[in-house]
């Protein structure tokens, strides 16, 4: 968590935060309402002690070159610009939103920077790697400079993320079928250029579109529209 911190703040001083008042208010509102959804969901699962240490913050970054977003161990949490025109609307970029904190809870990026450590040595802690090797990890497992379209998990990992998604944004007052058009909307902008599913590490748009409508009756019971 400190290092993601560190590495937030970093990206923060280095990156142009966009100077779109009304977008930059609607990406800040999003991410406060999923907050308050974090964290009732880990009060009723009586897990609140793993959000222990967290410091919520969201930013958009003015990059139309991406189509990306990210979410932090912690809550440090932006969303570029270039995803934008795909998430159209506030509760398209809930679905994000939603979708990237899910990893962050779920601490998915976490087993991502453990492995890229395990990489660079067995037994090498991410503070004895320097700064700048642990910097490129950090940005690597949550994304950043990823380019067009959302940083990829394994496959267990995406569709966790997708059903936790769902239920924060549920939660946050947001209808969560809207994930299922932003799915198809994010597919229509790969043009193509996905992988076959069992040659990617995530599940195809099909399989994803697929598995978020069956978790759909689960994530509206948590629905209440504001």
Known sequence: ???????????????????????????KRVGQRIQGAVESFMRQQGASDQLAGYQWEFNLIQDDTQQNAFAMAGGKTAVYTGLLPITKDETGLAVVMGHEIAHAIAKHSNERISQQVAAQGVGTSLGALGTGASAQIINTAYGIGAGVGLMKFGRTQESEADRLGLIFMAMAGYNPEGAVSFWQRMAAASNGQSPPEFLSTHPSNETRISDI????????KYYNAR
Do not use: C, G, R, W
């Not at 993601?4 to 609607?26: E, G, R, V, W």
């Open 213 to 220: 409508q069956k978790h759909m009756p689960e994530a509206k």
């Open 1 to 27: 968590m400190t290092m993601s911190f560190q590495a937030y703040d970093d990206l923060m001083k280095k990156s142009k935060l966009s100077s779109n008042s009304s977008q930059t208010a609607m990406v």
